[in-house]
């Protein structure tokens, strides 16, 4: 039964890796998180935030994108590839059904439908996971 949970475990993993995997080539090679306003963009690029005169809110923007991306990967890779760890450790599999829980929360209230259904699907097959190895 706990094989099952393992599976489980990697089915998310891939799901929330491949999310990052998407996400962060649309960041890096489309258009597609550009504003569709061109002036906006020109905007983002000359003004800084409030925090820093160090970067634009362009600069800022594609680092948290290609930061968002590369935590959903590596969230991805320890689901797939740490296994023994969520068996062994109370602590860490919890706070994967928290962070997994979270980005249901983060697509619903900020993203869209696709990363909604994804990080559900993913979050279900981490909840299911969980259940067998405390119950299984």
């Known amino acids: 039964m706990k094989e099952i949970a393992t599976y489980l475990f990697a089915a998310a993993g891939t799901i929330y890796f491949a999310l990052g995997a998407i996400h962060w080539w649309y960041t890096f090679y489309t258009r597609r998180f550009n504003p569709e306003v061109p002036e906006l963009m020109a905007q983002m690029k000359a003004i800084s935030p409030r925090i820093s005169k160090g970067t634009t809110v ?27 760890a969520l068996d062994e450790s109370a602590i860490f599999t919890t706070a994967t059904v928290i962070n997994s829980l979270y980005y249901v929360w983060l697509a619903r209230t900020y ?4 990363p909604l259904i994804g990080t559900a699907v993913a979050a279900v097959f981490v909840l299911i996971a969980l259940l067998i190895q405390v119950f299984g």
């Open 111 to 114: 993203w869209f439908r696709i």
């Open 58 to 84: 362009w600069k800022a923007w594609m680092g948290f994108n290609a930061s968002h991306s590369t935590g959903a990967m590596f969230f991805g890779f320890v689901l797939v590839y740490l296994p023994a």
